[in-house]
């Protein structure tokens, strides 16, 4: 079970990675050309948001059933321990809370700038938290 979930985890991060980076440039465009929040905009945000809560479920069962998180005296003075005990957790909600922030925040209101400015704002926070906190691992980004 662990490897199946591990692999569908890794595989699923360039999925996310994509749509973030699709829906950050989509929405710098609509900001800069003061196009409408369309369909089309709602439609990759509801993407991303999907893939994201998708990778934290899945990241979540990992967590428990991981051998590499181990809670106890030299979780925080070992290195990689720490990193995937605290750090990669810590990191990893912080910005889906970001995506989802943008998404449901940008959902209610009703001026397409604001809509675009809010998507792109918040999800480039998210993207350059993500990719900070998958280059701590001293893995590389891809």
């Known amino acids: 079970m662990y ?36 369909k089309w905009d709602n439609i990759l945000g509801l993407y991303l948001f999907i893939f994201t809560h998708m990778q934290l479920l899945i990241g979540l069962i990992l967590y428990f059933i991981s051998p590499f998180v181990k809670f106890g005296s030299e979780t925080m003075s070992d290195k990689i321990t720490r990193y995937w005990t605290v750090e990669h957790l810590t990191g990893m ?30 999800n480039t926070i998210a993207c350059v938290i993500i990719i900070g906190t998958i280059v701590m691992s001293g893995r590389g980004l891809l």
């Not at 699923?12 to 929405?27: C, D, G, N, P, T």
């Open 3 to 38: 490897n199946g979930l591990f692999i569908t985890h890794s595989l699923l991060r360039y999925f996310v990675l994509a749509s973030l980076i699709v829906v950050i440039v989509k929405a710098l465009l609509g900001l800069a050309k003061k196009q409408p929040y369309g």
């Open 93 to 122: 909600v912080i910005a889906i809370l970001f995506i989802t922030l943008a998404r449901t925040t940008s959902k209610r209101m009703t001026n397409d700038a604001a809509k675009h400015r809010r998507m792109f704002i918040f």
